[in-house]
């Protein structure tokens, strides 16, 4: 069987596959919004936050937040203080929980301690113990 020759114009230095993929654009990598923190699922992490816009948490997180968004998964398990503007519960909070403007509680998710809320939804299956007062128009709960 005959091998064809590559062609190659005049003056142009000869290429390879390899050296066109090196050179290729790469794909800009998804970027998280910034201030996003994820809590992964299997980490513990204790202490304080801040600057932090979006809080997730899928592992074990001790500390004092005050965030825009604060989410914990169904994985996930939160034991301080939070303060929020919206708050969605599918995991376990334990501590003093303010939600500024939306608290939601889904279906399996638990808070034990103090809650302050807004606006407020429970999920059937969702479960909130202990103090709760609602904030009034003025910001007093």
């Known amino acids: 069987m005959a091998m064809i020759p590559e062609r190659q114009h ?3 230095p000869a290429r390879s596959l390899a050296s066109d993929a090196a050179s290729a ?12 923190l994820v809590i992964g699922e299997g980490l513990e992490i204790s202490g ?10 899928a592992g074990s997180l001790r500390a004092s937040v005050q965030v825009e968004e604060l989410v914990v998964d169904p994985s996930g398990s939160f034991e ?7 708050v969605r519960i599918a995991g376990r909070f334990d501590g003093k929980l303010t939600a500024e403007a939306e608290l939601v509680v889904v279906a399996g998710g638990c808070i034990d301690g103090e ?5 407020l939804q429970v999920e059937p299956g969702g479960i909130i113990r202990g103090k709760m007062d609602a904030i009034d128009e003025a910001g007093d709960a």
């Open 10 to 12: 005049k003056g142009a």
């Open 25 to 36: 654009p790469k794909e800009p990598k998804a970027q998280q919004p910034p201030g996003h």
């Open 48 to 57: 304080e936050i801040s600057r932090c816009s979006t809080l997730k948490v």
């Open 80 to 86: 301080g203080e939070a303060t929020a503007r919206k």
């Open 115 to 119: 809650v302050a809320y807004r606006g």
